[in-house]
């Protein structure tokens, strides 16, 4: 079975086990979610090791099972660093899933469309996640100047590394120097605090 490879690969490493059993059956995700991480592995070259453990890509517009989604994250952080490097690995490929969006034509288009202005990126980003997970949710306060709380619930991706990584990026992407920092309620429940 899938998950036993992707587990013997990546599990001694992180929580995957406990998130595949935690996971809601009816939780999907968009598999453009994975298309960008699974890219990054053909790039360093780790795509073939990548096809041995799961034999075939996401459909980019297809969903896939939440569980899925998350073992095939876990597993390209796994080869992007190394197994014992996979929340760096996850962290890095987040931050680079939101730099390749933007240097996509749908992504130039948007960001010209709403200046580097965080706080438009940042709802937009919302409005994306709406259309790509059908499980959890992200809820934005940007009631203080220059910051943004983003409180996460439900969120079967990590979030100390793959989300943060995430949200990193996107504010390099736009150019803005900010600071990112996460506050863990528990593995599925936390707050990220944007300051720029």
Same mark, same amino acid.
């Given at each position: 079975?899938?998950?036993?490879?992707?587990?013997?690969?990546?599990?001694?490493?992180?929580?995957?086990?406990?998130?595949?059993?935690?996971?809601?059956?009816?939780?999907?995700?968009?598999?453009i979610?994975?298309?960008?991480?699974?890219? /990054?592995i053909?790039?360093?070259?780790? *795509?073939? +090791?990548? &096809?041995?453990?799961? @034999?075939? %890509?996401?459909?980019?517009? !297809?969903?896939?099972?939440?569980?899925?989604?998350?073992?095939?994250?876990?597993?390209?952080?796994?080869?992007?660093?190394?197994p014992?490097?996979?929340?760096?690995?996850?962290?890095r490929i987040?931050?680079?899933?939101?730099?390749?969006?933007? /240097?996509?034509?749908?992504?130039?288009? *948007?960001? +010209?469309? &709403?200046s580097?202005? @965080?706080? %438009?990126?940042?709802?937009? !980003?919302?409005?994306?996640?709406?259309?790509?997970?059908?499980?959890?949710?992200?809820?934005?306060?940007?009631?203080?100047?220059?910051?943004?709380?983003?409180?996460?619930?439900?969120?079967?991706?990590?979030?100390?590394?793959?989300?943060?990584?995430?949200?990193?990026?996107t504010?390099q992407?736009?150019?803005v120097?900010?600071?990112?920092?996460?506050?863990?309620?528990?593995?599925?429940?936390?707050?990220?605090?944007?300051?720029?």
């Open positions: 079975m899938v998950f036993e490879s992707a587990l013997d690969f990546v599990g001694a490493y992180c929580d995957l086990e406990k998130r595949l059993v935690d996971i809601p059956p009816a939780a999907r995700a968009r598999g979610w994975v298309r960008t991480f699974e890219a /990054e053909d790039k360093v070259g780790q *795509l073939e +090791r990548f &096809l041995r453990i799961f @034999p075939s %890509r996401a459909s980019t517009l !297809g969903w896939l099972p939440c569980s899925e989604a998350v073992a095939r994250v876990a597993v390209c952080g796994a080869l992007y660093a190394s014992s490097d996979v929340h760096a690995g996850m962290r987040g931050q680079v899933q939101a730099l390749r969006f933007s /240097e996509s034509l749908l992504g130039r288009s *948007l960001i +010209r469309l &709403l580097p202005d @965080p706080v %438009r990126v940042l709802q937009q !980003g919302a409005a994306a996640r709406r259309q790509t997970c059908n499980y959890g949710q992200w809820d934005y306060d940007f009631s203080q100047p220059r910051r943004a709380t983003v409180r996460h619930r439900d969120e079967y991706g990590w979030l100390e590394s793959q989300v943060l990584g995430s949200a990193e990026g504010l992407a736009i150019g120097n900010a600071t990112v920092e996460l506050t863990l309620e528990d593995a599925y429940n936390g707050v990220v605090d944007i300051r720029w």
